[in-house]
T-cell receptor, first 113, second 109 residues
Framework: NAGVTQTPKFRVLKTGQSMTLLCAQD?????MYWYRQDPGMGLRLIHY???????AKGEVPDGYNVSRLKKQNFLLGLESAAPSQTSVYFC????????????FGDGTRLSIL | QKEVEQDPGPLSVPEGAIVSLNCTYS??????FMWYRQYSRKGPELLMY????GNKEDGRFTAQVDKSSKYISLFIRDSQPSDSATYLC?????????FGKGTRLSVIA
């Protein structure tokens, strides 16, 4: 089973460039999440979605936009990349019941020069 | 005060040792508690999860939740070099998970 797949795995951008990170899950999960992970900061929630067509802000949403046009996909966009957005980005998904755990992808390593 | 506090380590133990990893939290509404293991350059993977207080055992791993003290623990018995990873606690009140910063564990053969 593929589970949660993130594309691309690595990317280097210049300041001001834009890009979209793609997360795809094949588990028919309702909930999807985008996190960033930085040294000493742990996992911080950027945006999340509780179903197709819905999105909500997390702890650190500034500078990012998201879309959930299809249930299986959750896109994270950076409109004008900044060096502070250099990080490892993780996507996760889970089913609708409270105790169901989140399943993570293997991350996208993004460097902004 | 952060909602979830976790000692970042690093923690280094000899093979075969019993390892104790801990988190404290401040939000009394948390009722779902999880432990994730993250190997280098990989995503977190679920190790254990519990609802409310009590113990749960799975092989060499035991998770404990003490809601009265707002304290959760993960015990690893007979630790192996393959257990070397970062361990993240996470908890939720049927809201997005809140993660600790993770404890880096090294098990030395």
């Amino acid at each position: 089973n593929a589970g949660v797949t993130q594309t691309p795995k690595f990317r280097v951008l210049k300041t001001g460039q834009s890009m979209t990170l793609l997360c795809a899950q094949d588990m028919n999960h309702e909930y999807m999440y985008w996190y960033r992970q930085d040294p000493g900061m742990g996992l911080r929630l950027i945006h999340y979605s509780v179903g197709e067509g819905t999105t909500a802000k997390g702890e650190v949403p500034d500078g990012y936009n998201v879309s959930r046009l299809k249930k299986q996909n959750f896109l994270l966009g950076l409109e004008s990349a900044a060096p502070s957005q250099t990080s490892v980005y993780f996507c996760a998904s889970r089913g609708p019941m409270g105790l169901q755990p989140q399943h993570f992808g293997d991350g996208t390593r993004l460097s902004i020069l | 005060q952060k909602e979830v506090e976790q000692d970042p380590g690093p923690l280094s133990v000899p093979e075969g040792a019993i390892v104790s990893l801990n988190c404290t939290y401040s939000n009394s509404a948390f009722q779902y508690f999880m432990w994730y293991r993250q190997y280098s350059r990989k995503g977190p993977e679920l190790l254990m999860y519990t609802y409310s207080s009590g113990n749960k055992e799975d092989g060499r791993f035991t998770a404990q939740v003490d809601k009265s003290s707002k304290y959760i623990s993960l015990f690893i018995r007979d630790s192996q070099p393959s257990d070397s990873a970062t361990y993240l606690c996470a908890m939720s009140a049927n809201t997005p998970l809140v993660f600790g910063k993770g404890t880096r564990l090294s098990v030395i053969a």
